[in-house]
């Protein structure tokens, strides 16, 4: 069992759930419990000695909780800050003082203490009640809070001692809030550069990170822009900045502009290494219009299929037999589906009733980076829909596209 992180909203009745199956599993011998027990549990209790309360232990520490009492404390903190419940924060704070500085979602958890945690979800009033409380966490909680665009609660936390340091600038840049950098960089007149100085460093987050909002993105890159960085005059960095002008004018120049295809350094400009910039299905070698259905960018995919670019535009094919997918494979695999968006199936909608093939057949190879399993997977001569079949984490796929697929895919008997 790896380490999991406590949701924003548990469920302690799920949880109980969860540690009556971990026994169950336990005591019967599945070997992969066994492990989970062996890795956990500080007495090393065997499957015949096991009660509840071992695998409450052992279940707590997979959450990065020390024990399950304070696991549940966990829950019911979690449940008050999300809710402002003022009274039961109060109650919860004077019992248990030691909550102040510990993380509310466990050890492994990047939104912190209380204080943080509110930060995040931008309580003005749960804030004002554990200031009063003597919280200290202000500097990560004013982090928080530009990461996640809460600049009032940024503003405030401020006054309290809150400052942009070194650096901070990446954080609203990985999350492509373009409030939090504005205010980070026009309002308080941070250096727009990360810890080391360097001042690509924030395009480089900005193109390549796992974030997907495009009008934050825009917003982002010109802002980086106005600060007197000069943007690349290409058909790509037309697509990230969401400029259909910029675009127009690059078909004018380049009437192969739609078949054309890509590589790497020319969709992440500023990569540090082969394989940093997240997407799905992948992009390198890919067309434009690949790239808006990864991105997101709904007007320039609209855009680009208006010209006449052609829906069953394959990338090319590497050395080792592998490419060859048309954008409705990147419509089943994408960033922006695991990112909350394109859940309407609308792209894959379509691209197939501008022709695109359902029965088209491609070999991908993809690795996934800050997920359970990084190892590359392949995938040879796949369909679109067999391929989100097979894809190895089923959370990427967008199950709405595939029923779309389904609908007009044609399979062998």
Known sequence: MAKRRLPLDPSLEQLRNQAKALLDSYVSGDPDVAQDFASFHPRGVTAEEAKLSDAQLVLARTYAFPSWPRLRLGVELSHALSAGDLDKIRRIVMEHPDVMAEQVRG???????????????????????????????????F???VLQGKIDVARGLAEHGGKPEPGMVMLPCETLNADGLSFLVEELGADLSNSDGDSTEPLRMILETYSRNPDGKHRCLDLVESQGTALPDTPVMALHRGRVDLLEAHLERDSELLARRFPYNAIYPYSREEGSGLHGTPLEGTALLHMAVDFDEQEIFDWLLEKGADP????????????????????????????GRQKDAGMARTLLERGADPNATASIRKALRFTEDEGPHEYREVTPVIYGEQFHLQRWV????????????????
Not at 108 to 128: E, Q, R
């Open 107 to 141: 050890e492994d958890s990047s939104w912190g203490p209380p204080l943080s945690f509110a930060a995040n979800l931008g309580d003005l009033a749960v804030i004002d009640l554990l200031l009063d409380l003597g919280a200290e966490d202000v500097q990560f909680a």
């Open 312 to 339: 069953n535009v394959r990338a090319e094919i590497d050395p080792d037999g592998f490419g060859g997918h048309t954008p409705l494979f990147n419509s089943v695999v994408s960033q922006a589906f695991l990112c």
């Open 143 to 145: 982090d928080r809070a």
């Open 398 to 413: 967008n199950q709405h596209a595939m029923e779309v697929i389904q609908e007009l895919e044609v399979r062998d008997p």
